[in-house]
């Protein structure tokens, strides 16, 4: 059974700092690929960035310079450090594994971030 578990969610004021974590099991973790996603209330979910399961990582330009990911293979989980943080990073941010070369998607249940002085 797959399961992505993220945590470190929270609410915190416009310039700090948060890092994320998504937990695999039930997966080769080192063969996915992740990523992690974010959807605000009313607006469609949007990737944020992504790390291949060869290290190579994609970050969207929105976030770019404030948000880094990296994985820890032996742990099995993946982080999401947010640095800087504005009020419109408030969102639910999502975890997201593909396996190399595979169609199937598997998500986390989600984690709420709040940015609000």
């Known amino acids: 059974q797959v399961q992505l578990v993220e945590s470190g969610g929270g609410l915190v004021q416009p310039g700090e700092s948060l890092r994320l974590s998504c937990a695999a099991s039930?997966?080769?973790?080192?063969?996915?690929?992740m990523g992690w996603y974010r959807q605000a209330p009313g607006k469609q979910r949007e990737w944020v960035t992504s790390?291949?399961?060869?290290?190579?990582?994609n970050t969207a330009d929105s976030v770019k310079g404030r948000f880094t990911i990296s994985r820890d293979n032996a742990k099995n989980t993946v982080y999401l450090q947010m640095n800087s943080l504005k009020p419109e990073d408030t969102a639910v941010y999502y975890c997201?594994?593909?396996?190399?070369?595979?169609?199937?998607?598997?998500w986390g249940q989600g984690t709420q971030v709040t940015v609000s002085s």
């Open positions: 790390i291949s399961a060869g290290g190579r990582t």
């Open positions: 039930g997966i080769i973790f080192s063969t996915y690929d």
């Open positions: 997201k594994g593909r396996r190399v070369r595979g169609t199937y998607d598997y």
